[in-house]
């Protein structure tokens, strides 16, 4: 998500996540984005390319209703595209495009060309845990981001704000620029799972071999029997998880 949250690290990442209801931590004023996923009809990319990205440009540049367009290129979604608008609030929404021809282009100028639109979902950032200030406003400079989602146990769920709480500290403890951050599924998504997701946001794929010090950095303030707790605990958290990686598209998006 553009202007969203970068996630650190392998070992970070493999404990990143989306999570099941909105947290205490999360509030009205934090953040909001709208996500929906796209499956291209791969027959007919050039022209949808086209009129998504005249689309987005014309109805989404800017403000509140700005749109940013990502590949997934890794986990079970690949070859689709994620369409992201925000940061806004829900009473934008009631502002949002939709006269001026804005439905009647969707409609006719890019639906022919995709083969289903699904998942849309409402995502609310974490300003607390989240470690986004240091992002750039220019999403071209942080490209690729690594979704964590997670599929949250009902049975240990208040568990996760000391869980995320105890990730946020370590992040932000480390050296370096670690931008990282953590939104919330607002709505019910049945069998789906994605409650939490976690995002993280790399300049190249070379960053993804770099050590974050993770481990190391919990450690300068717990011992080893509370990284092994840390682990278990993580694991009693989650039902299932799952990983993709985005990378931004400038060409579609309506920067």
């Given at each position: 998500?553009k202007?969203?949250?970068?996630?650190?690290?392998?070992?970070?990442?493999?404990?990143?996540?989306?999570?099941?209801?909105p947290?205490?931590e999360a509030?009205?004023?934090?953040?909001?984005?709208?996500?929906?996923?796209?499956?291209p009809?791969n027959t007919?990319?050039?022209?949808?390319?086209?009129?998504?990205?005249?689309?987005?440009?014309k109805?989404h540049?800017?403000?509140p209703?700005?749109?940013?367009?990502?590949?997934i290129?890794?986990?079970p979604?690949?070859g689709?595209?994620?369409?992201?608008?925000?940061?806004l609030?829900f009473p934008?929404?009631?502002?949002?495009?939709?006269?001026?021809?804005?439905?009647?282009?969707?409609?006719d100028?890019?639906?022919?060309?995709?083969?289903k639109?699904?998942?849309?979902?409402?995502?609310?950032g974490?300003?607390?845990?989240?470690?986004?200030s240091?992002?750039?406003?220019?999403?071209?400079?942080?490209?690729?981001l690594?979704t964590?989602?997670?599929?949250?146990?009902?049975?240990?769920?208040?568990?996760?704000e000391?869980r995320?709480k105890?990730?946020?500290?370590?992040?932000?403890?480390?050296?370096?620029?670690?931008?990282?951050?953590?939104?919330?599924?607002?709505?019910?998504?049945g069998?789906?799972?994605?409650?939490?997701?976690?995002?993280?946001?790399?300049?190249?794929w070379?960053?993804?071999?770099?050590?974050?010090?993770?481990?190391?950095?919990?450690?300068?303030?717990?011992?080893?029997?509370a990284?092994?707790?840390f682990?278990?605990?993580?694991d009693?958290?989650?039902?299932?998880?799952?990983?993709?990686?985005?990378?931004?598209?400038?060409?579609?998006?309506?920067?």
């Open positions: 998500m202007k969203c949250i970068p996630i650190v690290c392998s070992l970070l990442l493999s404990l990143g996540a989306l999570q099941l209801a947290a205490q509030t009205d004023k934090d953040p909001m984005w709208e996500t929906i996923i796209l499956s009809d007919k990319l050039k022209i949808l390319g086209e009129n998504l990205r005249k689309h987005n440009q109805y540049q800017g403000g209703y700005d749109a940013s367009v990502y590949n290129v890794s986990g979604d690949t689709k595209m994620v369409w992201i608008m925000g940061p609030q934008q929404l009631d502002n949002r495009p939709s006269a001026g021809g804005h439905d009647e282009d969707w409609r100028n890019v639906m022919p060309y995709l083969k639109v699904e998942q849309g979902e409402y995502w609310r974490d300003g607390k845990l989240s470690n986004t240091m992002l750039p406003q220019n999403p071209a400079e942080y490209p690729i690594f964590r989602y997670w599929e949250i146990n009902i049975a240990h769920q208040h568990q996760v000391a995320l105890l990730i946020s500290e370590t992040v932000k403890a480390m050296e370096g620029v670690n931008p990282w951050g953590v939104y919330y599924n607002l709505f019910r998504q069998k789906l799972g994605r409650h939490i997701a976690t995002v993280g946001f790399y300049k190249n070379t960053d993804f071999d770099r050590d974050p010090q993770f481990k190391a950095t919990f450690l300068k303030s717990h011992d080893e029997d990284w092994d707790s682990i278990r605990d993580t009693l958290l989650l039902d299932d998880s799952w990983d993709e990686i985005w990378e931004y598209n400038k060409n579609l998006s309506g920067d």
